[in-house]
């Protein structure tokens, strides 16, 4: 069983549109991410949430809206696509203990082309 | 906030020898310190992490050292083998902060 999937694992779309992508762990895990990593594979976080509640927010820009329906899920939903967006999204999902970080299970990711 | 520095950004080394990747970070706060590897079209995995209250760890031909005083923190590969070739990161996460900020990652190549 795969730990943390994401789906799709490719997406090629034109500048202006809208798209998804869907991430879902079967960890049990109470805290989910999304990272980017660019094409110099420089890893960076976007978002993370906890039992469903946004805690970071990484100066995204707007057009970028998580959506975290349960704490198995986060959703990342993409307005107004622009060529800068094209990169490899990455989730994933940690249990946290109070101030401690734990390990991070990464999906394998989601290479977005914005053409 | 915390800034992770990561060198070399590529190293070639014969199979068989040691590699050694360097972190240094910026904020005296972080307190956890793991190492991640990243195979073509994968996403990264956990290979060995550190706490800043251990200066060393070891798991089979793996080892991370941490100087908290200095704040760096290195990786070190020996006997390597072809599987070994990734992409590697180090990160660092202050206490509380909930998430990792990561090196701009080193790609290693093993030789035949």
């Known amino acids: 069983d795969t730990a943390v999937s994401q789906t799709p694992k490719y997406l090629v779309t034109q500048m202006g549109n809208d798209k998804s992508i869907k991430c879902e762990q079967n960890?049990?895990?109470?805290?989910m991410y999304w990272y980017k990593q660019d094409s110099k594979k420089f890893l960076k976080i976007m978002f993370s949430?906890?039992?469903?509640?946004?805690?970071i927010n990484e100066t995204v820009p707007n057009r970028f809206s998580p959506k975290s329906p349960d704490k198995a899920h986060l959703n990342l939903h993409i307005n107004s696509l622009e060529l800068g967006d094209s990169a490899v999204y990455f989730c994933a999902s940690s249990q946290t203990g109070t101030g401690d970080l734990g390990e991070l299970f990464f999906g394998e990711g989601s290479r977005l082309t914005v053409l | 906030g915390e800034n992770v520095e990561q060198h070399p950004s590529t190293l070639s080394v014969q199979e068989g020898d040691s590699a050694v990747i360097k972190c240094t970070y910026s904020?005296?706060?972080?307190?956890?310190f793991p190492w991640y590897k990243q195979e073509l079209g994968k996403g990264p995995q956990l290979i060995i992490d550190?706490?800043?209250?251990?200066g060393e760890k070891k798991d089979q031909r793996i080892a991370v050292t941490l100087n908290k005083t200095a704040k760096h923190f290195s990786l070190h590969i020996t006997e390597t083998q072809p599987e070994d070739s990734a992409v590697y990161f180090c990160a660092a996460s202050p206490w509380g902060a909930q998430k990792l900020v990561f090196g701009q990652g080193t790609r290693l190549t093993i030789n035949p």
């Open positions: 949430y906890n039992n469903k509640e946004l805690i």
């Open positions: 550190i706490r800043s209250n251990v």
């Open positions: 904020d005296s706060a972080s307190n956890y």
């Open positions: 960890l049990g895990h109470d805290t």
